[in-house]
């Protein structure tokens, strides 16, 4: 009986078979030395196969991850809210220097004619702007923003670095 397959083997050897095809195999074996030769080889493998200790995750396999997932979430909502802050301090320091124009152009003028106070208005605050963004000012703002850009730059590094090494673990 030649038309014993290896499948049909391994079948044999879980015990996966009717009666009738697990006798059929069982003569076939013993008849053909070819059947004998691949059944003895698939009988090693499969008590090789068996002798293997099943290898499973830990107990705690699941809360790690959830933890190093959670972690994760964690330090890119604080980074959001960092850049959210210099962004949101950025734009208040805007306000406040505009809002100082505004005052220094209303405050310094006098009750005069509609058609004269837009025209007065217009000077003073052009004036202003000028002024704000003369030399030295225009210097010490140039400061305040370099000084937000490293911060913030040193944050993204960071972040990109400490994203690196959680997804290397």
């Known amino acids: 009986m030649n038309n014993i397959n290896d499948e049909l083997l391994n079948k044999y050897l879980d015990d996966d078979l009717s009666r009738e095809e697990n006798d059929l195999v ?49 330090i890119a909502r604080q980074q959001k809210y ?6 949101s301090m950025l734009g208040l320091i805007i306000l406040c220097f505009v809002g100082y124009a505004f005052y220094q152009v209303i ?36 400061s305040v923003l370099s ?4 911060i913030s730059g040193y944050f993204l590094y960071d972040y990109q670095k400490h994203s690196k090494k959680t997804f290397s673990h």
Not at 35 to 60: A, F, G, M, Q
Not at 108 to 125: D, F, G
Not at 147 to 150: K, S, V
């Open 26 to 74: 069982k003569i076939s074996i013993e008849n053909s030395s070819e059947v004998k030769k691949r059944y003895e080889t698939l009988l090693k493998v499969h008590e090789h196969l068996n002798s293997i200790e099943k290898e499973s995750p830990s107990i705690d396999f699941t809360k790690l991850v959830m933890k190093k997932l959670n972690a994760k979430s964690v």
């Open 82 to 87: 960092f850049l959210l802050s210099v962004l």
């Open 107 to 142: 405050s310094s003028m006098q009750p005069i004619q509609s058609s004269e106070i837009v025209t007065n208005y217009s000077k003073n605050l052009g004036d202003y702007f000028s002024n704000f963004f003369g030399q030295k000012n225009l210097t010490i703002f140039g």
């Open 147 to 150: 000084f937000i850009m490293l």
